[in-house]
Nanobody, 114 residues
Framework: QVQLVESGGGLVQAGESLTLSCLASGSIFSNKNMGWYRQAPGKQREWVATVRSDRSTYFADFVKGRFAISRDNAKNTIYLQMNSLKPEDTALYYC????????WGQGTQVTVSA
């Protein structure tokens, strides 16, 4: 049973930065592609970024150049460094495998004020 615990969200102003963390337990982490996803109010959950087991990274166009994703296999943790945040980045952020097949965690709320 894999458990995903996201943390690091908060309330920031536009242009500021945040770093999210996701701790994965209960599975062999290092050989899994992992990703960040988000869900804004009234919208469907969408993919944000992926870090593969070989550490290659991929981003949705709407965060490309602003966000970075990384992993620390020794800590079973992935990170999402979010820079130049915009109000439209406001959402509940989740991590999961990529593609997603684990149960979703609680997510961490990111709110960006104008």
């Amino acid at each position: 049973q894999v458990q995903l615990v996201e943390s690091g969200g908060g309330l920031v102003q536009a242009g500021e930065s945040l770093t999210l963390s996701c701790l994965a337990s209960g599975s062999i982490f290092s050989n899994k592609n992992m990703g960040w996803y988000r869900q804004a109010p009234g919208k469907q959950r969408e993919w944000v970024a992926t870090v593969r087991s070989d550490r290659s990274t991929y981003f949705a166009d709407f965060v490309k150049g602003r966000f970075a994703i990384s992993r620390d296999n020794a800590k079973n943790t992935i990170y999402l460094q979010m820079n130049s945040l915009k109000p439209e980045d406001t959402a509940l952020y989740y991590c999961n495998s990529a593609p997603s097949y684990f149960s979703w965690g609680q997510g961490t709320q990111v709110t960006v004020s104008a």
